[in-house]
């Protein structure tokens, strides 16, 4: 039976995708043209929950061509969501939680198990299997974003390690919450941007803004350009760089990252919180509304 290359799950009213990433890849490899532009986003659990947060955001990303699973916790949840519940309505509730604790134990017990269900590879991750591609294909590629240097430092990088990409950079602008040029001077700096990716039209598009910005930048702008495809990546251009360390291997394929950035990074605990105790309980109540009747 052939899979459906574009095809999602929807978690508390936000596209996430259910396709392996090797027919995501192909795809990409096989069917990326100048004329056709595709967005890609690698949500993660707080990224959900931010959309879920803002209805605006949700319509944006009804466009979204790609959403491979970033992280664990996400994959769990989508495996939740998808338990089936009994037809005896008293029973429901005491069996979403059970199903809750089981869900939960395979986090911490059997991560891979979940990951053998949904697709999961880290946006970061991502970045990198395209730009192998990219450089098979001869392609070109712009990086957007990140902070102070990193796109500079980031194409650096890339330029040495694939000969055959031809790369270009900009920091781009200070945007605003809703993703617009804070000052004149950004706004100059937003519009340089966008001639430039015109005319030199990438067939990838790395944008770097952060979670949501990077997205309301993107979803607004794709349309209007000839790009192959969009995708937001987060602080990807930062471990590029190497101002970022990053996990360690046997840390990250057991799905614990979080604690391990929480424990290098303690100023990160509020995200921490949000992706293991709101989402979880974000989408237990979610769940729980719709199955009330």
């Known amino acids: 039976m052939k899979e459906k290359v574009r095809d999602f799950y929807t978690i508390l009213n936000c596209k996430v995708g259910s396709t392996p990433i090797h027919l995501l890849l192909k795809d990409v490899r096989e069917c990326l043209t100048i004329s056709d532009s595709r967005f890609m986003m690698t949500p993660n659990s707080e990224n959900v929950l931010g959309v879920y947060r803002d209805r605006n955001l949700q319509k944006l990303l009804e466009g979204v061509d790609y959403a491979p699973v970033d992280s664990i916790g996400l994959a769990a949840a989508v495996v939740y969501m998808n338990q089936k519940l009994p037809q005896n309505h008293l029973l429901r509730v005491p069996v979403m939680i059970l199903q809750g604790i089981y869900v939960g134990l395979l986090v911490l017990l059997r991560p891979q198990s979940l990951q053998k269900r949904v697709p999961v590879m880290k946006g970061r991750q991502l970045f990198w299997e395209l730009l192998q591609i990219a450089d098979e294909k001869k392609w ?11 796109a500079e430092r980031a194409s650096k990088i890339v330029s ?15 945007l605003d919450e809703k993703a617009m040029p804070q000052t004149q001077r ?14 030199f039209k990438p067939h990838l598009l790395f944008v770097a803004f952060n979670f949501p910005k990077q997205e309301r930048w993107l979803a607004r702008h794709l349309p209007e350009l000839p790009v192959g495809l969009g995708m937001t990546v987060g602080g990807t251009f930062n ?14 394929k057991l799905g614990f990252e979080w604690l391990w950035r929480l424990a290098t990074e303690p100023w990160r605990l509020r995200r921490v919180l949000n992706a293991v105790v709101i989402f979880p309980l974000n989408v237990f109540m979610y769940r729980l509304s719709e199955n009330r009747s």
């Open 160 to 174: 040495e390690k694939y000969k055959n990409v031809a790369v270009r950079f900009s920091s781009g602008p200070m």
């Open 239 to 252: 471990y590029v760089s190497g101002r970022s360390l990053l996990p360690p291997k046997a840390i990250e």
């Open 186 to 199: 950004d706004r100059v700096i937003n519009d340089e941007v966008l001639h430039e990716i015109s005319q």
């Open 140 to 150: 070109r590629v712009y990086l957007l974003g990140g902070k102070s240097d990193e």
